[in-house]
């Protein structure tokens, strides 16, 4: 790729991010937009992130695709993995062949190789010291990310992070919580969203969720109502397809 197109698409995932910081933020949005900007700029097929629960808990609150949530869940049960390791220690964790990992990881090196994955990068979700969380992206190739790659990963990830922790600014303190159950939360309603429209629709898990966000920014309201509005079926799945999902 070359210099003026990394920039042009670093320049827009920037729009993206800061468009999604609107008076009605919402974070789970901000997050599968990170995510999905990474994947595509670093060249990596797939990705996840982890947000901490006021409990010290990690969760998953997003990623590009069935396969990346799989190894993603796998780590959390696990309690160890890049991603954890990143969170933990605030730093990134890079992982060129995962095959040669050795035991450091047993039960994730074993389900990122069953889905395909060969490499990784975790990047910290961090702010003046504070780490909120880490993000995953996964290649499906052996090698790691280029000095370049690794500092356009942070940068995004601390726009994101800003977005974060300037939202919970303007709450009490009591109400930062409610930001973290709020995702877990429209976490749950998407996944069960996105079973019915697989189950009703010839569509995929991903395509699923491709759907559901397209609803949501074209009707300008947020994943949870969408996903909400499709469970109780004040949504139908005609008025998903009237969005451009094929029948």
């Known amino acids: 790729m070359s210099n003026a197109s990394r920039e042009a698409q670093l320049s827009a995932a920037f729009v993206k991010l800061a468009d999604t910081l609107t008076a009605d933020f919402d974070v789970v949005d901000l997050l599968h937009t990170l995510v999905e900007e990474c994947a595509t700029i670093l060249d990596t097929e797939a990705g996840g992130i982890m947000l ?3 409990a010290g808990d990690l969760h998953l609150v997003a990623s590009t695709s069935e396969e990346a949530s799989l190894v993603e869940i796998m780590q959390l049960t696990a309690g160890a993995g890049p991603c954890v390791d990143a969170f933990a220690s605030g730093t990134t964790v890079t992982v060129g062949d995962i095959e040669a990992s050795g035991s450091r990881w047993p039960a ?3 389900e990122a190789l069953k889905h395909g994955f060969k490499s ?6 961090r702010l003046r010291g504070r780490v909120l969380g880490a993000m995953n992206l996964f ?6 990310l280029n000095p370049a790659d690794i500092v356009v990963a942070q940068a995004l990830a601390d726009v994101a992070s800003i977005g974060i922790l300037h939202e919970r600014s303007t709450r009490e ?3 930062v919580s409610e930001q973290l159950r709020y995702a877990l939360d429209t976490r749950i309603l998407v996944e069960q ?3 019915v429209l697989f189950e009703s629709t010839p569509m995929t898990m991903d395509e699923s969720f491709g759907s559901l966000r397209t609803y949501a920014r074209e009707h300008r309201v947020t994943l949870r109502i969408v996903a909400s509005g499709v469970i109780d079926r004040s949504i139908g799945v005609d008025d998903l397809v009237g969005a451009g999902v094929p029948k």
């Open 52 to 54: 901490l629960d006021p």
């Open 108 to 110: 994730f090196r074993d």
């Open 120 to 125: 990784v990068h975790s990047t910290p979700l």
């Open 139 to 144: 290649s499906t190739r052996v090698g790691e």
């Open 173 to 175: 303190k009591e109400v």
């Open 193 to 195: 969203a996105k079973g």
